[in-house]
């Protein structure tokens, strides 16, 4: 795989990066509720990301690792009172560093290094999609245990009430527009 | 170059916004997606594609996104949307300008590659803006409605 040697490069610095990413969640003011958490904590969160980023990424779909631990992860930030938004704006501020590290190895002459690139952003991005949806998922099924809310389109009978809604606004615009009766009497047209 | 794939994605605008409405509409991941009039669907991902150089590019001036994104989210919600559905389809809306520039086969040379590079950068930062706005758009109206 092209990709390897970057995602090396990233476990070789995982401290540095798990630092660098820390401080931004501390100081970025859309993930101020990340002050409350114990730092070393934080950091333990930050440094396993990128210390196994090969780990994370080879993650097969069968052991549905990645999927049970970011699921755990936004119930875990439910708990802890964490607004969503702020969850996922500190994942994708890790996401931006790894990023901008890799990219900061690129060599513009060299297609291999490039294509290298290419191919561990591909990855990368994957991954982070993959875990913004398990967080909120994990976090939407706290919201139906703890409050009891839960989306109206998740229950499958509202969701075919939906659907029939717009069957019905569809059959309405579909319907050739109706002409109306004319019927003759001496004199006059009267419209029936 | 950079450039050249911006373009790219906005002239097939409206063939990629066909196909992605028709993946929305039968993907068994955005079942809620069904429910929204298929012109209106089709309009909102039309959007993003033509206008994607002003997203990408021109945006971070003007500084629509926030408002744009928020009031999505909240559209959302008011439509009894789940949310992972919605970031579910904001993560389709990406992958397809992906997808499509990996298969016109556009990235040959380190040239084109290194553009390749910058337009990731681009690319990514205003998803993953549109995304955060959007559930923060979603948030806020979840919020106001189990306050209220």
């Known amino acids: 795989m092209l990709s390897k040697k970057i995602i090396h490069l990233i476990e070789a610095n995982a401290l540095q990066l798990s630092n660098e990413i820390q401080q931004r969640l501390l100081t970025h003011p859309s993930t101020s509720s990340y002050r409350d958490i114990d730092e070393k904590t934080l950091h333990a969160w930050i440094y396993d990301v990128c210390s196994r980023f090969s780990y994370w990424l080879d993650e097969d779909r069968e052991r549905g690792e990645v999927e049970e631990h970011y699921r755990n992860l936004g119930k875990e930030r439910f708990k802890q009172d964490f607004d969503l938004p702020q969850v996922i704006s500190a994942l994708y501020l890790t996401k931006r560093r790894l990023w901008e590290f890799m990219a900061a190895s690129r060599e513009p002459d060299s297609a291999l290094n490039l294509n290298q690139i290419v191919e561990a952003s591909f990855l990368l991005v994957r991954f982070f999609d993959h875990v913004v949806l398990q967080v909120t998922e994990g976090y939407e099924e706290m919201l139906l245990s703890k409050h009891g809310y839960e989306a ?31 019927c003759f009497t001496k004199g006059m ?3 029936g | 170059m ?32 069904q429910t929204l009039d ?55 809306t990406k992958r397809h300008i992906w997808d499509t520039i990996l298969e016109k086969g556009i990235m040959r040379t380190a040239k084109e590659l290194d553009s390749a590079v910058d337009f990731i950068t681009y ?18 109206a979840l919020n106001l409605k189990t306050a209220s």
């Open chain 1, 152 to 182: 109206p389109l998740s229950k499958p009978e509202q969701l075919a009430q939906a659907l029939e809604a717009k069957r019905k606004r569809e059959e309405v615009v579909d319907e050739e527009p109706k002409l109306p009766t004319l």
């Open chain 1, 189 to 191: 047209i009267r419209l």
């Open chain 2, 2 to 33: 950079l450039v050249k794939l911006i373009e790219m994605i906005e002239n097939n605008a409206e063939t990629m916004a066909g196909e992605l409405k028709n993946k929305l509409l039968t993907d068994p991941a955005t079942p809620s997606y």
């Open chain 2, 38 to 92: 298929d012109r209106i669907l089709y309009e909102n991902i039309f959007e993003v594609y033509s206008r994607l150089g002003y997203w990408l590019l021109r945006d971070a001036e003007k500084g629509e996104v926030p408002t744009h994104y928020s009031a999505i989210g909240a559209q959302r919600f008011k439509e009894g949307f789940p949310l992972h559905q919605v970031v579910q389809a904001l993560v389709a």
């Open chain 2, 123 to 140: 690319l990514n930062r205003f998803f993953d803006m549109a995304i955060y706005y959007t559930t923060l758009g979603y948030y806020r």
